[in-house]
């Protein structure tokens, strides 16, 4: 019965034991693999199996991208200003067997020599310089620190500055600028506005100037134009007048040439024609001694038909 129990035992440490030396690699992973000491290997993706009690894992090495935050490290400038700087160093592991042998403590190594080289690079640069050259840093600090963990199996991707905390005085300092390079920027817009402004309004009344002189050009040339067209409208009527009074003489002569008259109708015509020249203005007429005879005649014509006028009523 003991014998029996003790071979179950010894079946189920067997087992144990096999179990043990089966080892399957997850994805973005790898082992490290010593045997009786001294590196035996490095097992990646998959399944694997290693002898009992003479191979062993000693370290299990993940390969995927890795983000380390290291706390605020303080700096100190090249004009003597004391600050303090946190970093983002994001790093892959490119060599598991490097990074199991390289160094003792890879995470504590890079946190040192990321310390040590921030301050090398910040030593070099001023105040106004640290604030506004973050691209140039990262570049360096990265540049540094991928050359000097070459040798651990460890390859630097990125190195990022987090925070820039200048002591609290410079702050103040730094506030005080900016607020007052707000006011002046401030002061120049509105400046540059009204500038603008009056810019405008001048150039609004010089185009209504021009266009009212415009205007009154146009009106000017219209009345001009007006005026011209009735007086060509006057002469046209005046010269139609005339031209009508001289086809009507023209008429009564043709008439008068027509009906053969004699000498006498000729005569009380320019008899008549004397009388409208007076017009009861003139003080003294002459006439011609051929018409003087005709006029003594018309004279006592108009007395008889005087004389006839009560006989006829």
Same mark, same amino acid.
């Given at each position: 019965?003991?014998?029996?129990?003790?071979?179950?035992?010894?079946?189920?440490?067997?087992?144990?034991?096999?179990?043990?030396?089966?080892?399957?690699?997850?994805?973005?992973?790898?082992?490290?693999?010593?045997?009786?000491?001294?590196?035996?290997?490095?097992?990646?993706?998959?399944?694997?199996?290693?002898?009992?009690?003479?191979?062993?894992?000693? %370290?299990?090495?993940?390969?995927?991208?890795?983000?380390?935050?290291?706390?605020?490290?303080?700096?100190?400038?090249?004009?003597?200003?004391?600050?303090?700087? #946190?970093?983002?160093?994001?790093?892959?592991?490119?060599?598991?067997?490097?990074?199991?042998?390289?160094?003792?403590?890879?995470?504590?190594?890079?946190?040192?020599?990321?310390?040590?080289?921030?301050?090398?690079?910040?030593?070099?640069?001023?105040? #106004?310089?640290?604030?506004?050259?973050?691209?140039?840093?990262?570049?360096?600090?990265?540049?540094?620190?991928?050359?000097?963990?070459?040798?651990?199996?460890?390859?630097?991707?990125?190195?990022?500055?987090?925070?820039?905390?200048?002591?609290?005085?410079?702050?103040?300092?730094?506030?005080?600028?900016?607020?007052?390079?707000?006011?002046?920027?401030? +002061?120049?817009?509105?400046?540059?506005?009204?500038?603008?402004?009056?810019?405008?309004?001048?150039?609004?009344?010089?185009?209504?100037?021009?266009? #009212?002189?415009?205007?009154?050009?146009?009106?000017?040339?219209?009345? +001009?134009?007006?005026? %011209?067209?009735?007086?060509?409208?006057?002469?046209?009527?005046?010269?139609?007048?005339?031209?009508?009074?001289?086809?009507?003489?023209?008429?009564?002569?043709?008439?008068?040439?027509?009906?053969?008259?004699?000498? +006498?109708?000729?005569?009380?015509?320019?008899?008549?024609?004397?009388?409208?020249?007076?017009?009861?203005?003139?003080?003294?007429?002459?006439?011609?001694?051929?018409?003087?005879?005709?006029?003594?005649?018309?004279?006592?014509?108009?007395?008889?038909?005087?004389? #006839?006028?009560?006989?006829? %009523?």
């Amino acid at each position: 019965m003991i014998g029996y129990i003790i071979g179950i035992i010894l079946v189920v440490v067997i087992l144990l034991i096999l179990a043990s030396c089966i080892k399957i690699v997850p994805q973005a992973q790898a082992l490290v693999v010593e045997r009786l000491g001294g590196y035996q290997g490095t097992w990646s993706v998959g399944l694997h199996f290693k002898l009992p009690f003479i191979d062993r894992v000693a %370290k299990r090495v993940i390969l995927k991208e890795q983000v380390v935050d290291f706390a605020p490290q303080p700096v100190i400038t090249k004009d003597n200003v004391t600050m303090r700087i #946190d970093t983002v160093v994001f790093f892959q592991i490119t060599d598991p067997k490097l990074f199991a042998y390289g160094v003792e403590n890879p995470i504590m190594a890079i946190e040192n020599l990321t310390a040590t080289t921030l301050r090398n690079i910040i030593g070099e640069l001023e105040l #106004d310089q640290t604030l506004t050259s973050r691209e140039i840093i990262n570049t360096k600090m990265r540049t540094s620190l991928d050359a000097a963990t070459d040798p651990w199996g460890i390859k630097v991707n990125r190195v990022e500055l987090k925070n820039i905390i200048p002591p609290a005085a410079i702050q103040d300092a730094m506030e005080k600028q900016m607020k007052a390079e707000r006011e002046r920027r401030e +002061a120049i817009l509105r400046a540059e506005g009204e500038k603008k402004s009056t810019i405008l309004v001048a150039e609004g009344k010089k185009e209504s100037a021009i266009l #009212d002189a415009e205007a009154d050009k146009e009106a000017a040339i219209l009345r +001009a134009e007006a005026e %011209k067209e009735r007086m060509i409208r006057e002469a046209e009527g005046q010269a139609a007048a005339i031209l009508k009074v001289q086809q009507a003489n023209a008429d009564g002569l043709r008439f008068l040439k027509e009906a053969s008259i004699d000498d +006498a109708v000729l005569q009380l015509k320019a008899l008549d024609a004397f009388m409208k020249a007076s017009d009861g203005k003139a003080t003294k007429i002459i006439i011609p001694s051929e018409i003087q005879g005709l006029a003594g005649l018309a004279t006592s014509m108009a007395e008889l038909l005087k004389k #006839d006028e009560p006989a006829e %009523k």
